[in-house]
T-cell receptor
Framework: ETGVTQTPRHLVMGMTNKKSLKCEQH?????MYWYKQSAKKPLELMFV???????ENNSVPSRFSPECPNSSHLFLHLHTLQPEDSALYLC??????????????FGEGSWLTVV | GENVEQHPSTLSVQEGDSAVIKCTYS??????FPWYKQELGKRPQLIID?????GEKKDQRIAVTLNKTAKHFSLHITETQPEDSAVYFC????????????FGKGMKLTVNP
């Protein structure tokens, strides 16, 4: 149904682990985003990539490392996370053109639990 | 930067009643205002949006109004149904380029049968 797919859907990791979240969009969009959703901050923007270039880093700790190899793929590399990083991580994409505006389309999200 | 406030945070209505969700924004340059619905365990999905060149937009049972002078916009749902139960997010941004959407904190709507 969705043009934005995320894997894995669920991830449990220890604080010393290294893991990655993957996102792929099939909509031909130019911009991709990572959002964090938790009870405290329902939709918190983390990173924005526009034409593969990072245009926004919303003061995210360095234990989160994004990678955008092309306009269709986005990764979030995770290392030495804390339990408070447990949340739903949503990937999104948008056309990001002057005509299309900023309508963004979300993936189903990756539920992350840090133990 | 833009700041979007949304209220109330929760709303409970009886099936068939109307529901109104209100948002305010701070940046007068914002000109694009989408609304997203997130059902339990699912992703947020766009349900309606409005641009600053119009004051009202309607799509079946949902409508959005925009008051640029007061910098507030509202979502109206008429004849509510249990399947309308969800969290609703408003957002604001400047249109075009890679300007980011700023979301409100969301409102949980419960429609009781």
């Amino acid at each position: 149904e969705t043009g934005v797919t995320q894997t894995p859907r669920h991830l449990v990791m220890g604080m010393t682990n290294k893991k990655s979240l993957k996102c792929e969009q099939h909509l031909g969009h130019n911009a991709m985003y990572w959002y964090k959703q938790s009870a405290k901050k329902p939709l918190e923007l983390m990173f924005v990539y526009n034409f593969k270039e990072q245009t926004e880093n919303n003061s995210v700790p360095s234990r989160f490392s994004p990678e955008c190899p092309n306009s269709s793929h986005l990764f979030l590399h995770l290392h030495t996370l804390q339990p408070e990083d447990s949340a739903l991580y949503l990937c999104a994409s948008s056309p990001a053109t002057a005509l299309s505006g900023n309508t963004i389309y979300f993936g189903e999200g990756s539920w992350l639990t840090v133990v | 930067g833009e700041n979007v406030e949304q209220h109330p945070s929760t709303l409970s209505v009886q099936e068939g009643d109307s529901a109104v969700i209100k948002c305010t924004y701070s940046d007068s340059a914002s000109n694009y205002f989408p609304w997203y619905k997130q059902e339990l365990g699912k992703r947020p999905q766009l349900i309606i949006d409005i641009r600053s060149n119009v004051g009202e937009k309607k799509d079946q049972r949902i409508a959005v109004t925009l008051n640029k002078t007061a910098k507030h916009f509202s979502l109206h749902i008429t004849e509510t149904q249990p399947e309308d139960s969800a969290v609703y997010f408003c957002a604001a941004s400047s249109q075009g380029g890679s300007e980011k959407l700023v979301f409100g904190k969301g409102m949980k709507l419960t429609v009781n049968p």
